[in-house]
């Protein structure tokens, strides 16, 4: 992961810096924005838990399940592991620790990979460029 961290920092490198004003900006603005994907985040996980159930609950599953294919489970699964990294990295970010960077970079990540693995190439590519390069502009303040 870490070789993957400094590629990533290399080409992140080549594009042009913030200035500082913006970067402390976003350095106080990060843990909000965490909090408002969250808050945004959490009732579209609850519909799809409440969706799984109600279709459960007429004996249809398997047959929602076979036409809807895998990609109800794949976002079942991204989208609450990417809310439970956001919500760990809450208090890091507050505190503006290593830690908190690291979990919001790694929900970044997951991101990227849920929108390769669900084919939103290139909303999820234009996304995740502009996440790890506004992350990668603060980085240097998570200490």
């Known amino acids: 992961m870490d070789k993957m ?6 080409y992140m490198k080549k594009l042009p810096p913030l200035p500082v004003n913006i970067k402390d900006i976003i350095v106080k603005f990060a843990p909000w924005a965490a909090i408002i994907t969250i808050v945004i985040g959490l009732p579209a996980l609850l519909a799809i838990f409440g969706l799984g159930s109600y279709i459960n609950s007429f004996g249809m599953g398997g047959l929602y399940y076979a036409n809807l294919g895998s990609g109800y489970m794949f ?5 609450a592991a990417e809310l439970v990294l ?9 505190a503006r620790s290593k830690g908190g960077w690291n979990l919001m970079y790694y929900s970044v990540l997951l991101y990227a990979v849920y929108s390769l693995v669900s ?3 290139i909303g999820g ?3 995740t460029v502009i996440s790890l390069y506004l992350l ?8």
Not at 75 to 79: K, R, S
Not at 88 to 94: E, H, M, Q, T
């Open 136 to 143: 990668f502009q603060v980085r240097e303040y998570y200490k």
């Open 125 to 127: 590519l234009i996304s």
């Open 86 to 94: 956001r919500g760990l990295s809450v208090p890091g970010l507050f």
């Open 75 to 79: 976002a079942l699964l991204f989208l």
């Open 119 to 121: 084919f939103d190439i």
């Open 5 to 10: 961290t400094e590629t990533i920092d290399v």
